[in-house]
């Protein structure tokens, strides 16, 4: 490959990741064949051993017991008020120590080939990071059964999970060609992975006095779980320091524009769950990618929202100013039951004597946002990546060898027919589940659907292999078929579940099929290992919830204390705005709302500026705009309020900004550390709280410091919306 076209592939500002300094002369490669990508030489070797054991008893014992662990910690947080997640880089970190724990205990043989190995690491990390999301369907489970008065049976419920997150998996074997084998395809976000998989790897240079990674990483735990209890259970008002509001907690506008239930402008939390609620860790997200969310939340959140608020648009001060939340024109709760038949479809009699839906202008235009970023990213990869995606695709389809590739032949390939009997056989689970347990969904319907994020695969997986962006089809599959099927709320998000979750699913195992590509894992031990991390994490799953849903009262509802489940309410109200009323009363000509439609146009054309501008003035600030990012800052709102942006971008200047310039050893060495500590440390305390307390119905006492929301709210009106509300009808 010549300079200039290695000058191609050179890392763009978009991805470029700090991490990625810790690892550039940790490796000393010969000067022989090595990757022609500059990135990928620095950071992966190109020897391999293929004598090293991979799923050995140590591989099997520690991914099932992580697989187990990571599932139920995250999806019972999901269901939490305050929701986290924990990252796969915990266990990461903590499979080593246990590796070679066990390699010391365990008596020499079948049981214990010899060393821990880094590919029995890689291995287990594949596995976690199957397991480490959330089921996408089990928000569907979760709507039927409390808000919906549904209960398909834990069978149908399974039966959809294991289909929707393996569904991609069989399509991952056909892209494994084109987005795997190719030098071109770099997938940046793996290279984090394989620096800290070799930083661990190797024997730490440690100065007299200096601590090792591992001895940080369980201090800050430890003093993590202790001050968790302080703002978690024994003074909960640090979690939100709302001190613009309590100026004048009478005063409507003080409340909506500093209240933690509004703009959040001036709120402080000292509470980590808090922080990394929605967002995920601030210490590993790199500062140009901060500031563009931050500039995007700024003129979104605190400047159009404001403006569009207090001018009334769409009759605003009728709804609480920021709220997820269904209402009628007087801005009373939307009661959807009042307006379904018998089997939980819309009737058109019902609805049109009991009014339109109405939702927060803020809601409405978190939609208009999500148009013009799904619009913006087609624009912006055209303007900034046509010529790299097209040399990509032309290299894909020579399937030209590097040396990692070349490594590669030592193992026997996953036969095709593995991944295509994986996905018919998944596609047939859909439509039995789908037509037999009445989800309202069509034979048709769920071939579309899987027909859809089979086409978008191979494109957006081209993008984000390079971008480290993946355009999202929850928005586009929702409207496709509220269109089609009108009416039909159950049918619209398991339609919705299959497309943009299939799709999404494709391009995590993907992305993790290079990730072994990269360390030269068996491909396939590679296959079996995503096998076990999506097997558990689905079973799992619904186990927690099921038991959640089972045990605690009120759970997701607004009176739930603890399990107010903010993205499954979220998830609902998208239901019912996407799927019962559908697009064509919602967003159609004669609404209200019609004007977001124009937002597809908006960010369509959004980027052509910016690209010139930048061309105008090279390597000025402009280089850092990012409009798909931009655009997409405030994508988790709702649920996800407004304070948890500006004290997660407080955190991420301290860390990412000031300890990265000024203190660039210590960030490089222990930042990351730092955030699987934290999470981990927060993880234990809440777990423990939860079994302690919460499980035997043992409150914090109330005082000053965790005040009772039911008398003495220290921020009464930042939920109301500006206008009162009319008086209740007497019975």
Same mark, same amino acid.
């Given at each position: 490959?010549?300079?200039?076209?290695?000058?191609?592939?050179?890392?763009?500002?978009?991805?470029?990741?700090?991490?990625?300094?810790?690892?550039?002369?940790?490796?000393?490669?010969?000067?022989?064949?090595?990757?022609?990508?500059?990135?990928?030489?620095?950071?992966?070797?190109?020897?391999?051993?293929?004598?090293?054991?991979?799923?050995?008893?140590?591989?099997?014992?520690?991914?099932?017991?992580?697989?187990?662990?990571?599932?139920?910690?995250?999806?019972?947080?999901?269901?939490?008020?305050?929701?986290?997640?924990?990252?796969?880089?915990?266990?990461?970190?903590?499979?080593?120590?246990?590796?070679?724990?066990?390699?010391?205990?365990?008596?020499?043989?079948?049981?214990?080939?010899?060393?821990?190995?880094?590919?029995?690491?890689?291995?287990?990390?594949?596995?976690?990071?199957?397991?480490?999301?959330?089921?996408?369907?089990?928000?569907?489970?979760?709507?039927?059964?409390?808000?919906?008065?549904?209960?398909?049976?834990?069978?149908?419920?399974?039966?959809?999970?294991?289909?929707?997150?393996?569904?991609?998996?069989?399509?991952?074997?056909?892209?494994?060609?084109?987005?795997?084998?190719?030098?071109?395809?770099?997938?940046?976000?793996?290279?984090?992975?394989?620096?800290?998989?070799?930083?661990?790897?190797?024997?730490?240079?440690?100065?007299?006095?200096?601590?090792?990674?591992?001895?940080?990483?369980?201090?800050?735990?430890?003093?993590?779980?202790?001050?968790?209890?302080?703002?978690?259970?024994?003074?909960?008002?640090?979690?939100?320091?709302?001190?613009?509001?309590?100026?004048?907690?009478?005063?409507?506008?003080?409340?909506?524009?500093?209240?933690?239930?509004?703009?959040?402008?001036?709120?402080?939390?000292?509470?980590?769950?808090?922080?990394?609620?929605?967002?995920?860790?601030?210490?590993?997200?790199?500062?140009?990618?901060?500031?563009?969310?931050?500039?995007?939340?700024?003129?979104?959140?605190?400047?159009?929202?404001?403006?569009?608020?207090?001018?009334?648009?769409?009759?605003?001060?009728?709804?609480?100013?920021?709220?997820?939340?269904?209402?009628?024109?007087?801005?009373?709760?939307?009661?959807?039951?009042?307006?379904?038949?018998?089997?939980?479809?819309?009737?058109?009699?019902?609805?049109?004597?009991?009014?339109?839906?109405?939702?927060?202008?803020?809601?409405?235009?978190?939609?208009?946002?999500?148009?013009?970023?799904?619009?913006?990213?087609?624009?912006?990869?055209?303007?900034?990546?046509?010529?790299?995606?097209?040399?990509?695709?032309?290299?894909?389809?020579?399937?030209?060898?590097?040396?990692?590739?070349?490594?590669?032949?030592?193992?026997?390939?996953?036969?095709?027919?593995?991944?295509?009997?994986?996905?018919?056989?998944?596609?047939?689970?859909?439509?039995?589940?789908?037509?037999?347990?009445?989800?309202?969904?069509?034979?048709?319907?769920?071939?579309?659907?899987?027909?859809?994020?089979?086409?978008?695969?191979?494109?957006?997986?081209?993008?984000?292999?390079?971008?480290?962006?993946?355009?999202?089809?929850?928005?586009?599959?929702?409207?496709?078929?509220?269109?089609?099927?009108?009416?039909?709320?159950?049918?619209? @998000?398991?339609?919705?579940?299959? $497309?943009?979750?299939?799709? &999404? +699913? #494709?391009?995590?195992? %993907?992305?993790? !099929?290079?990730? =072994?590509?990269?360390?030269?894992?068996?491909?396939?031990?590679?296959?079996?290992?995503?096998?076990?991390?999506?097997?558990?994490?689905?079973?799992?799953?619904?186990?927690?919830?099921?038991?959640?849903?089972?045990?605690?009262?009120?759970?997701?509802?607004?009176?739930?204390?603890?399990?107010?489940?903010?993205?499954?309410?979220?998830?609902?109200?998208?239901?019912?705005?996407?799927?019962?009323?559908?697009?064509?009363?919602?967003?159609?000509?004669?609404?209200?709302?019609?004007?977001?439609?124009?937002?597809?146009?908006?960010?369509?054309?959004?980027?052509?500026?910016?690209?010139?501008?930048?061309?105008?003035?090279?390597?000025?600030?402009?280089?850092?705009?990012?409009?798909? @990012?931009?655009?997409?800052?405030? $994508?988790?709102?709702?649920? &996800? +309020? #407004?304070?948890?942006? %500006?004290?997660? !971008?407080?955190? =991420?200047?301290?860390?990412?900004?000031?300890?990265?310039?000024?203190?660039?050893?210590?960030?490089?060495?222990?930042?990351?550390?730092?955030?699987?500590?934290?999470?981990?440390?927060?993880?234990?305390?809440?777990?423990?709280?939860?079994?302690?307390?919460?499980?035997?119905?043992?409150?914090?006492?109330?005082?000053?410091?965790?005040?009772?929301?039911?008398?003495?709210?220290?921020?009464?009106?930042?939920?109301?919306?500006?206008?009162?509300?009319?008086?209740?009808?007497?019975?």
């Amino acid at each position: 490959m010549s300079a200039e076209q290695k000058q191609e592939y050179l890392a763009e500002k978009e991805f470029v990741d700090e991490k990625f300094d810790i690892e550039r002369s940790s490796i000393n490669l010969e000067e022989e064949e090595n990757s022609p990508i500059p990135e990928v030489a620095a950071i992966v070797s190109n020897k391999d051993d293929p004598s090293l054991p991979v799923m050995t008893f140590r591989y099997w014992v520690m991914a099932v017991f992580f697989s187990l662990l990571l599932s139920f910690f995250n999806q019972f947080f999901w269901f939490r008020t305050k929701p986290m997640t924990i990252s796969p880089l915990v266990i990461q970190l903590l499979a080593y120590p246990i590796g070679k724990f066990m390699a010391r205990v365990l008596p020499e043989g079948r049981l214990n080939p010899g060393p821990f190995s880094i590919k029995e690491h890689v291995l287990v990390t594949l596995t976690a990071n199957c397991a480490a999301g959330t089921a996408y369907a089990v928000d569907i489970t979760v709507i039927q059964k409390v808000y919906y008065g549904q209960d398909f049976g834990f069978l149908a419920n399974f039966l959809l999970i294991n289909c929707t997150q393996m569904l991609g998996f069989g399509m991952a074997g056909v892209l494994r060609r084109y987005l795997v084998y190719p030098a071109a395809m770099v997938w940046p976000a793996n290279l984090v992975q394989v620096a800290l998989l070799n930083t661990l790897h190797k024997d730490e240079d440690l100065q007299p006095g200096q601590w090792s990674r591992y001895k940080f990483f369980m201090v800050a735990t430890g003093a993590m779980f202790v001050y968790a209890w302080i703002p978690g259970f024994i003074f909960p008002v640090l979690s939100s320091i709302a001190w613009v509001c309590w100026i004048n907690p009478k005063s409507a506008v003080l409340s909506q524009i500093g209240g933690a239930g509004g703009l959040g402008v001036g709120a402080i939390s000292l509470d980590w769950n808090t922080i990394i609620s929605f967002l995920g860790s601030p210490l590993i997200i790199p500062w140009w990618a901060q500031v563009n969310i931050g500039i995007g939340f700024f003129l979104i959140a605190w400047v159009m929202v404001p403006i569009a608020y207090y001018t009334n648009l769409w009759d605003a001060k009728r709804f609480p100013i920021l709220t997820p939340d269904l209402f009628k024109i007087d801005g009373t709760p939307y009661n959807t039951a009042l307006i379904l038949d018998d089997d939980k479809l819309l009737d058109p009699i019902k609805y049109a004597e009991y009014g339109p839906l109405r939702i927060s202008t803020f809601f409405a235009l978190t939609y208009g946002i999500g148009f013009a970023g799904l619009s913006s990213m087609v624009t912006h990869t055209w303007l900034y990546h046509r010529h790299k995606l097209v040399a990509q695709w032309k290299q894909s389809r020579e399937h030209s060898e590097d040396i990692h590739h070349k490594l590669m032949q030592a193992y026997p390939e996953v036969p095709d027919w593995w991944y295509g009997a994986l996905f018919i056989f998944m596609s047939v689970i859909a439509v039995i589940t789908c037509e037999v347990w009445h989800y309202k969904l069509p034979w048709w319907g769920v071939l579309l659907a899987i027909a859809m994020s089979a086409f978008f695969s191979l494109p957006v997986g081209l993008i984000q292999a390079v971008t480290n962006q993946q355009p999202g089809l929850n928005i586009i599959t929702e409207y496709v078929i509220g269109y089609i099927l009108p009416g039909r709320a159950i049918a619209n @998000v398991t339609f919705k579940t299959l $497309g943009y979750i299939s799709m &999404a +699913q #494709a391009l995590t195992f %993907t992305a993790d !099929l290079k990730l =072994g590509h990269y360390m030269k894992i068996p491909p396939r031990a590679m296959f079996w290992a995503q096998l076990l991390g999506t097997f558990i994490a689905g079973l799992v799953n619904l186990l927690t919830a099921n038991w959640l849903l089972g045990s605690q009262e009120n759970v997701c509802l607004r009176t739930s204390k603890d399990f107010q489940c903010p993205s499954a309410r979220t998830f609902y109200s998208a239901s019912v705005i996407w799927g019962v009323i559908a697009p064509e009363k919602m967003f159609g000509t004669t609404s209200i709302y019609n004007a977001v439609n124009y937002f597809f146009v908006l960010g369509f054309l959004l980027p052509i500026p910016f690209y010139y501008l930048k061309k105008f003035w090279p390597n000025s600030a402009l280089e850092f705009i990012h409009i798909p @990012v931009l655009l997409a800052a405030t $994508g988790m709102m709702p649920p &996800a +309020q #407004a304070y948890h942006y %500006t004290n997660w !971008l407080a955190v =991420g200047f301290i860390f990412q900004f000031f300890a990265r310039r000024y203190h660039p050893e210590w960030h490089l060495r222990f930042t990351y550390v730092l955030s699987a500590a934290l999470d981990s440390g927060t993880a234990f305390m809440v777990l423990l709280m939860f079994f302690a307390f919460t499980m035997t119905g043992t409150d914090m006492p109330f005082w000053w410091g965790n005040p009772d929301p039911e008398e003495d709210g220290m921020c009464p009106l930042e939920s109301l919306p500006y206008f009162p509300l009319p008086p209740k009808k007497a019975a």
